[in-house]
């Protein structure tokens, strides 16, 4: 049998799989990246034997565990864990602390003859471990901040690039008011995990730079850690160049056909134009004390017709529109604003392909 270990460096940069018999409450507060939950206790189970433990002390509260504990249940859990070993004999099992439900764990496997090892410390030092590493990652500051208007196609070419974090991918959200991916984001803290694990696997990879979107201080429902933002604030500024019209074209692609798509999985076909409608005269409406009232209002009277013209497959002249106006009246106002005294940090400016040249030649 491997040893029970805490090199958690190792975990981390090797992504070694992870079992987390935490509760499913506790997991979806914050786990680690690619650890999978196959909890030892439900949540009632956990709220139960917590209050015991609290009043009473370990005996009674294992005491207590074992007599809700019936063979089904023992046996579901049994299933679970070995169909994860069987998958992942590389990996480790924790719970909170590494200590009373990891014990459990290994025993019941091992009466029914599977040695598997624990994460030593459990999830509590594992996350305490990422966020130091965060933290000094974001205070060294070796970081490029990819800055372009909004629809330039910043994602996209995040993505291709080996030596970047993708934060708002991580996120599962753009950004902006219209920026929802329609699922569900992590929690913060898981967000904050994968962010921080990410960045260290890509650290270990070469001393450049690593690139970050720039962002504001929320993606959606997640915010950035005051921290990160002075780093990205501070960090040296990458121009990202796109014509008007292709960044029209992404915003349609991105925001207008991404909410379709989804909306089709749903509804039929007339359902989903009419939740297509809602959604972009909605969003339009969030924004109309910064768009301006006359000016939303007519941007909301297009919609309709715009609307149409997907019903009859024609030209998309009328969501052309709306998308134009919105990036030449709403967005780009709001990154002149942002870009205000940060004239002195751009250190290139350039299309895609300019930019991988730059930093192929600036740091190879």
Same mark, same amino acid.
């Given at each position: 049998?491997?040893?029970?270990?805490?090199?958690?460096?190792?975990?981390?940069?090797?992504?070694?799989?992870?079992?987390?018999?935490?509760?499913?409450?506790?997991?979806?507060?914050?786990?680690?990246?690619?650890?999978?939950?196959?909890?030892?206790?439900?949540?009632?189970?956990?709220?139960?034997?917590?209050?015991?433990?609290?009043?009473?002390?370990?005996?009674?509260?294992?005491?207590?565990?074992?007599?809700?504990? /019936?063979?089904?249940?023992?046996?579901?859990?049994?299933?679970?864990?070995?169909?994860?070993?069987?998958?992942?004999?590389?990996?480790?099992?924790?719970?909170?602390?590494?200590?009373?439900?990891?014990?459990?764990?290994?025993?019941?496997?091992?009466?029914?003859?599977?040695?598997?090892?624990?994460?030593?410390?459990?999830?509590?030092?594992?996350?305490?471990?990422?966020?130091?590493?965060?933290?000094?990652?974001?205070?060294?500051?070796?970081?490029?901040?990819?800055?372009?208007?909004?629809?330039?196609?910043?994602?996209?070419?995040?993505?291709?690039?080996?030596?970047?974090?993708?934060?708002?991918?991580?996120?599962?959200?753009?950004?902006?008011?219209?920026?929802?991916?329609?699922?569900?984001?992590?929690?913060?803290?898981?967000?904050?995990?994968?962010?921080?694990?990410?960045?260290?696997?890509?650290?270990?990879?070469?001393?450049?730079?690593?690139?970050?979107?720039?962002?504001?201080?929320?993606?959606?429902?997640?915010?950035?850690?005051?921290?990160?933002?002075?780093?990205?604030?501070?960090?040296?500024?990458?121009?990202?160049?796109?014509?008007?019209?292709?960044?029209?074209?992404?915003?349609?692609?991105?925001?207008?056909?991404?909410?379709?798509?989804?909306?089709?999985?749903?509804?039929?076909?007339?359902?989903?134009?009419?939740?297509?409608?809602?959604?972009? /005269?909605?969003?339009?409406?969030?924004?109309?004390?910064?768009?301006?009232?006359?000016?939303?209002?007519?941007?909301?009277?297009?919609?309709?017709?715009?609307?149409?013209?997907?019903?009859?497959?024609?030209?998309?002249?009328?969501?052309?529109?709306?998308?134009?106006?919105?990036?030449?009246?709403?967005?780009?106002?709001?990154?002149?604003?942002?870009?205000?005294?940060?004239?002195?940090?751009?250190?290139?400016?350039?299309?895609?392909?300019?930019?991988?040249?730059?930093?192929?030649?600036?740091?190879?």
């Amino acid at each position: 049998m491997r040893d029970d270990s805490s090199d958690i460096a190792a975990i981390i940069l090797n992504q070694i799989p992870l079992l987390d018999v935490r509760a499913p409450i506790e997991y979806q507060r914050g786990t680690i990246p690619g650890a999978v939950n196959v909890p030892l206790l439900d949540d009632h189970q956990r709220e139960l034997i917590g209050t015991e433990y609290a009043n009473n002390g370990q005996d009674a509260a294992i005491a207590l565990g074992l007599s809700t504990v /019936t063979d089904e249940i023992r046996q579901t859990r049994l299933h679970g864990w070995t169909e994860f070993i069987e998958n992942h004999p590389e990996g480790y099992l924790f719970c909170f602390r590494g200590g009373l439900r990891s014990k459990t764990t290994q025993a019941w496997l091992s009466e029914a003859g599977i040695k598997y090892p624990k994460l030593i410390g459990g999830y509590k030092a594992i996350r305490s471990y990422l966020l130091e590493q965060f933290e000094r990652l974001a205070e060294e500051g070796n970081i490029l901040v990819l800055s372009a208007p909004t629809g330039s196609g910043k994602t996209t070419f995040i993505e291709q690039l080996k030596q970047s974090v993708d934060i708002e991918g991580l996120a599962k959200h753009r950004g902006s008011a219209f920026g929802s991916l329609f699922v569900q984001q992590p929690s913060q803290v898981s967000w904050e995990n994968q962010v921080a694990a990410q960045w260290l696997r890509v650290s270990a990879q070469s001393n450049q730079p690593i690139m970050f979107e720039s962002e504001s201080h929320l993606i959606g429902k997640v915010s950035l850690p005051k921290f990160l933002q002075e780093a990205l604030r501070s960090a040296p500024v990458v121009e990202l160049n796109t014509p008007l019209t292709d960044r029209i074209k992404n915003i349609q692609h991105d925001y207008i056909g991404t909410a379709m798509q989804k909306y089709r999985q749903a509804f039929n076909e007339e359902q989903s134009l009419l939740q297509l409608q809602s959604f972009v /005269t909605e969003n339009l409406s969030r924004i109309e004390r910064r768009l301006g009232g006359e000016r939303c209002q007519r941007l909301i009277s297009l919609v309709p017709a715009a609307i149409d013209e997907l019903r009859t497959g024609t030209a998309l002249n009328e969501f052309d529109e709306i998308v134009k106006t919105l990036l030449l009246d709403y967005y780009d106002p709001l990154y002149a604003h942002k870009m205000q005294g940060r004239e002195g940090q751009v250190v290139f400016r350039g299309t895609g392909d300019e930019i991988v040249g730059w930093l192929n030649a600036t740091y190879s």
